[in-house]
Each structure stands twice: as C-alpha cells, then as structure tokens.
C-alpha cells in the first residue's frame, strides 16, 4: 500500500490533518505544515498547528485520561501494548512505506523502524509485570519498609525527524506500562508518520473502550513544543534532538523543577587497531557513516585509525565508497538516500567547505546530484576527508554523510582522540587484542553512553538503555532499567507494633 493510500484508509484526510486530542481531531487552526517528501519532492500533506486553546483541550484530555488509565493494573495495561504490537506487525509495510517516504531513509530501515516499535512493544509487556521497588529491612522494631513506584502523570515526548516513529515509541510504551498518559509533539519534518502511529495505537483504545488521551499529539515547531515545556502538568519532558534543542529545553524544565529525559547529538568514533579485521572495520564504517544518509544520531562520524594500517583503510574507504548506490530509498537497490530537505544539503555543503579551509583532503569528493531521480534537490554524495580531531568542524555534529579520518600512534592517545568532543553518545573499537578491548572499556576508556567492540557505532538494540553523556544530554531511555524515569518512587514505612519509636532515641513523656 502507497503512502498516501495508507494515511486515507487511516482516515486521514491529509489534505487538512488537526491536532489529535486522542481520537478527536481538532481542526480550525489557520496555521498549517506542509509536509514534503525528500524522495522526490511531492507535497504528501497539510497538518494543521495546534493553538493555545486546542494545546489546553489536549492536556485536558490527557489529565482525565491519567485517572482511568492509572488505576488499571499494570499488566493489564501491559495487554494493550501487546495489541498495539499486533496492529503494527499488521501495518508494518504501510508504516515502514510511509517512513521511507515522508523521513528519506531506504525502505529497508524504514521496515526496521517499525520493527523496533514492534519490539518495544514485547519489551513492555514484560515489563508491565516488573516494575520492582526493593523491600529494606527496617531498624526499627515491628516495622516494614519497601518502596513502590507510581507513574508520573503526563509524559510530554519531544521527538527529532530523523526516528520519525521509533523513538516516540521507545518513549510512549514504557511510559504507557508505567501508568503514564502521553502528549506527543513530533518533528514539524515529519508530521504525518506520527498521525498514523497515533491512528493505529486509537484503534486499539477504541476497541478497548479506554479513553482516547491516553496518547494525544499536538503539531508544530519549536513554539508548541515550548507549551508542554513550559507547562507545570507535564511532570517529564522526554526531548530527542539537536543539542542546541536541549540546552533550551533542559532549561526551560528545569526552571519549573521538573524533569527533563535529553537525548540530544552524537560525534561517534570508530578506533581501527592494528589487530583489527578489515572486513568487518569497512562494514562497520560504511554502514555507521552512509546509512540513513549521516542522519543518525549514532553515525560514524571519525575514523581514528592506527598509522601502520591507515592507508590500507584509507584505499579500502574509497573503493567501498565507489560502489554505494545513491537514489530512491523505496528501491532496495539503493543504499543512500536523501538528506531530509534543502537546509540539510546546505549545512552539508558548509561542512566540506570548512573542512578544506581547515586544510583537510578529500578522500572522496562530496556534492550535491542533479538530474532524473535527483529532483527535490536533497541527494548528495557521502564523502571521507582526512582531518584533525581538534578542528571546529570536527568537533561539531553535522547530520550527513561526512566521515572524517584520522591517525593515531598509541592506544592511549586514540582514547583520547576519541573522548575529545563535547558529545559522549556511541563510540567502537575494532580489534583482535583483549588487552586494548578492555582498556577501551575501562573507566579510563570510552566516555560514551554507548562502547562497543567491533560492531560499528550505528545503531541499538532496544534491550539496553540508549543515550549517551556530555552534550549528548545524559538521558537513558528504552531497555534496562530506563523506566524508573517515567515513574515517581515512593518509600514507605509500616509500624505493626504497638508503640512508635523515634528517631534519634528522642522520647516524650505522655
Ligand atoms: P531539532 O533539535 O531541530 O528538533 C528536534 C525536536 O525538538 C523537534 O520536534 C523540534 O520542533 C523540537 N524543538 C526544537 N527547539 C525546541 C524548543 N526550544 N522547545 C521545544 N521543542 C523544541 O533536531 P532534528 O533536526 O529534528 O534532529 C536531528 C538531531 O537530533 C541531531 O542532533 C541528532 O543527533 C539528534 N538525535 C538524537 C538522538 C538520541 O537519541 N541521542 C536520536 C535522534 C536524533
């Protein structure tokens, strides 16, 4: 099923799309995102903005929504997840289409993202029977004291265009197993991938007869996004995006005392070691610095390669780099796609630019495509330019394909290499030597969220907690034990004696 077809059989008029109380579309707005697709240009559809009256009907909704939904028991509401699961493996090539089309990535990792809703749903519904608080043996006579963890209300999910569909979901099913309601702002990029995720979880509401703003979305920039950060209701901000985004969004919460969950930029490095299995090193940095075009948050970014082996990589990049495909993300064929719009190509054109006024060399050359296939302007040519760590450019995430090489003489100076950025998401080594595996590893290793030994560093799997430190925004969210950020504990203490002993040896005589 084509995109547009997909968004129709929703219900979806795509031509004036509203603000979604749940399963109430608010239209009315005047203000409206048109929403392009990068594949080939074409205009997919018109979302309204959500104004400052619809935002207070969706909190609304949401804040009655919370009194139903957090009385459930946990594993029920564990059960809708699983529905929901059901829905998406129903819909997964309608969805995974629709990601492809309106996002830019191939349709493989489109599926893939879809895939990863499926499987946090699973997660979830595990969880929903696990959500432990610990029992402490009390120092007082006859008395118990465990701790219990209760959901926080209204979790407001802050999402990027890149993921256009997964992070939410990371987000939204571990806070739903929580107890939580959830009001989704999703990247103004990519507004309609989040009207059909919103569509198909109300499905399963409806057929429930639970109340619709157990998830509600509202559309918009950086202003309706501002709503739900400044707003006292929403206890948690969960924010996926650019670290300039979180420097404000961090602030803004965190002046109303509330929590903020940063899951902001990367500048991933992969170290080659003379040890090193050069096959999996070129899979690893290609796939880590051309997949989704550069437009991962855990894309290769530096190559720090040991100097007895770097011109053997350095010639082995530029061969696999021949051989990339670059078109149509919906044809398998392809292995790149487009960047996410004209601002993106820009930003990437400035990057190579500084890159050679800096004094770097290409390895291979970057541009923009033009031609049949390469209309909406937004296609360009990964590229590999050999830099130095320590230049503005380098230390800077620029989201496209830019691999940035680089030497090294000691595994010590490599760590170093590595760790000297402002972000600390996802980092790698390649190596056959356990010894520098483990140094890697070591507290004295990697500074990153993410260390990995020869897998490269795009990429997670859902089981762990994803997120990274410094600039990256120190926010953990998915697998593990990242749900315990989306619910309050509460220590509890109960006297079954018949007397109440203070604390201190303090008494009073009545
Ligand atoms: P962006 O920062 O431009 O926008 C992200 C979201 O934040 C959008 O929904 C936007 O409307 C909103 N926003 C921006 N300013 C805001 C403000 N002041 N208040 C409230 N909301 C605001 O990012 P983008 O271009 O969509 O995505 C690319 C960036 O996201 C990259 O830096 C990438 O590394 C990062 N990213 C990080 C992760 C991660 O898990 N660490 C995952 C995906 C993307």
Redesign the pocket.
């Given at each position: 099923m084509q995109p547009k077809e997909f968004l129709r059989k929703l219900g979806l008029k795509a031509k004036n799309a509203g603000t979604w109380t749940g399963q109430q579309s608010l239209t009315g707005s005047a203000r409206s995102i048109q929403s392009y697709s990068p594949v080939d240009g074409q205009l997919i559809g018109s979302v309204t903005t959500t104004t400052r009256d619809q935002y207070e009907q969706v909190i609304t909704c949401a804040q009655e929504a919370f009194k139903v939904w957090r009385d459930m028991p946990a594993p029920k509401r564990g059960e809708i997840v699983r529905q929901y699961g059901d829905v998406l493996r129903q819909y997964k090539d309608p969805l995974g289409r629709l990601v492809s089309y309106e996002m830019g990535k191939s349709l493989q990792e489109g599926y893939g993202e879809v895939q990863e809703m499926i499987d946090i749903c699973d997660f979830a519904v595990g969880l929903s029977r696990q959500l432990y608080g610990l029992t402490m043996h009390s120092e007082r006579p006859a008395h118990r004291m465990y701790e219990q963890w209760h959901p926080l209300g209204i979790v407001g999910i802050?999402?990027?265009?890149?993921?256009p569909v997964a992070?939410w979901s990371w987000n939204a099913c571990i806070a739903w197993v929580c107890g939580d309601v959830c009001v989704w702002?999703?990247?103004?990029?990519t507004p309609l991938c989040s009207i059909a995720c919103q569509l198909l979880f109300q499905k399963v509401l409806k057929a429930n007869n639970l109340p619709e703003g157990i998830s509600c979305i509202i559309n918009?920039?950086?202003?309706?996004?501002?709503m739900?950060?400044k707003d006292g209701r929403v206890p948690l901000?969960s924010?996926?995006?650019?670290?300039?985004?979180?420097k404000?969004?961090g602030k803004?919460v965190a002046e109303r005392l509330g929590r903020s969950l940063?899951?902001?930029?990367?500048n991933n490095a992969i170290i080659v070691t003379p040890s090193a299995d050069l096959k999996i090193v070129l899979t690893g940095a290609v796939f880590g610095a051309v997949g989704t075009a550069g437009?991962?948050?855990?894309?290769t970014r530096r190559l720090i390669v040991h100097s007895s082996m770097y011109n053997d990589v350095k010639n082995a990049l530029a061969g696999a780099y021949k051989q990339l495909r670059i078109g149509d993300p919906l044809d398998a064929n392809n292995h790149v796609g487009p960047l996410?719009d004209k601002g993106?190509v820009q930003n990437y054109l400035n990057a190579i630019e500084a890159v050679k006024k800096a004094g770097g060399t290409m390895v291979v050359d970057g541009g923009v495509l033009e031609g049949p296939g390469y209309e909406s302007g937004c296609y360009v040519k990964p590229c590999v330019a050999e830099a130095q760590n320590s230049w503005d450019i380098v230390q800077h995430?620029t989201?496209a394909p830019i691999l940035y090489i680089m030497k090294y003489d000691t595994i010590e100076e490599a760590i170093a290499m590595q760790n000297g950025v402002p972000q600390g998401?996802s980092s790698a080594i390649m190596t056959g030597n356990l010894r520098e595996a483990e140094r890697f590893l070591s507290v004295a290793g990697s500074d990153c969220g993410i260390a990995n030994v020869n897998i490269g560093t795009s990429g997670a799997e859902i089981g762990g907690a994803?997120?990274?430190e410094k600039e990256?925004?120190g926010?953990r969210?998915s697998g593990s034990d990242s749900w315990k950020a989306y619910m309050r504990r509460q220590t509890n203490t109960i006297n079954y004696s018949e007397s109440v002993p203070l604390a201190q040896g303090i008494k009073f005589d009545f």
């Amino acid at each position: 099923m084509q995109p547009k077809e997909f968004l129709r059989k929703l219900g979806l008029k795509a031509k004036n799309a509203g603000t979604w109380t749940g399963q109430q579309s608010l239209t009315g707005s005047a203000r409206s995102i048109q929403s392009y697709s990068p594949v080939d240009g074409q205009l997919i559809g018109s979302v309204t903005t959500t104004t400052r009256d619809q935002y207070e009907q969706v909190i609304t909704c949401a804040q009655e929504a919370f009194k139903v939904w957090r009385d459930m028991p946990a594993p029920k509401r564990g059960e809708i997840v699983r529905q929901y699961g059901d829905v998406l493996r129903q819909y997964k090539d309608p969805l995974g289409r629709l990601v492809s089309y309106e996002m830019g990535k191939s349709l493989q990792e489109g599926y893939g993202e879809v895939q990863e809703m499926i499987d946090i749903c699973d997660f979830a519904v595990g969880l929903s029977r696990q959500l432990y608080g610990l029992t402490m043996h009390s120092e007082r006579p006859a008395h118990r004291m465990y701790e219990q963890w209760h959901p926080l209300g209204i979790v407001g999910i802050i999402s990027a265009f890149n993921f256009p569909v997964a992070v939410w979901s990371w987000n939204a099913c571990i806070a739903w197993v929580c107890g939580d309601v959830c009001v989704w702002k999703a990247s103004e990029k990519t507004p309609l991938c989040s009207i059909a995720c919103q569509l198909l979880f109300q499905k399963v509401l409806k057929a429930n007869n639970l109340p619709e703003g157990i998830s509600c979305i509202i559309n918009g920039d950086y202003k309706v996004g501002e709503m739900m950060t400044k707003d006292g209701r929403v206890p948690l901000v969960s924010a996926t995006g650019s670290t300039r985004m979180g420097k404000t969004v961090g602030k803004t919460v965190a002046e109303r005392l509330g929590r903020s969950l940063l899951e902001l930029g990367g500048n991933n490095a992969i170290i080659v070691t003379p040890s090193a299995d050069l096959k999996i090193v070129l899979t690893g940095a290609v796939f880590g610095a051309v997949g989704t075009a550069g437009q991962r948050c855990t894309t290769t970014r530096r190559l720090i390669v040991h100097s007895s082996m770097y011109n053997d990589v350095k010639n082995a990049l530029a061969g696999a780099y021949k051989q990339l495909r670059i078109g149509d993300p919906l044809d398998a064929n392809n292995h790149v796609g487009p960047l996410i719009d004209k601002g993106a190509v820009q930003n990437y054109l400035n990057a190579i630019e500084a890159v050679k006024k800096a004094g770097g060399t290409m390895v291979v050359d970057g541009g923009v495509l033009e031609g049949p296939g390469y209309e909406s302007g937004c296609y360009v040519k990964p590229c590999v330019a050999e830099a130095q760590n320590s230049w503005d450019i380098v230390q800077h995430e620029t989201f496209a394909p830019i691999l940035y090489i680089m030497k090294y003489d000691t595994i010590e100076e490599a760590i170093a290499m590595q760790n000297g950025v402002p972000q600390g998401l996802s980092s790698a080594i390649m190596t056959g030597n356990l010894r520098e595996a483990e140094r890697f590893l070591s507290v004295a290793g990697s500074d990153c969220g993410i260390a990995n030994v020869n897998i490269g560093t795009s990429g997670a799997e859902i089981g762990g907690a994803f997120g990274g430190e410094k600039e990256t925004g120190g926010g953990r969210e998915s697998g593990s034990d990242s749900w315990k950020a989306y619910m309050r504990r509460q220590t509890n203490t109960i006297n079954y004696s018949e007397s109440v002993p203070l604390a201190q040896g303090i008494k009073f005589d009545f």
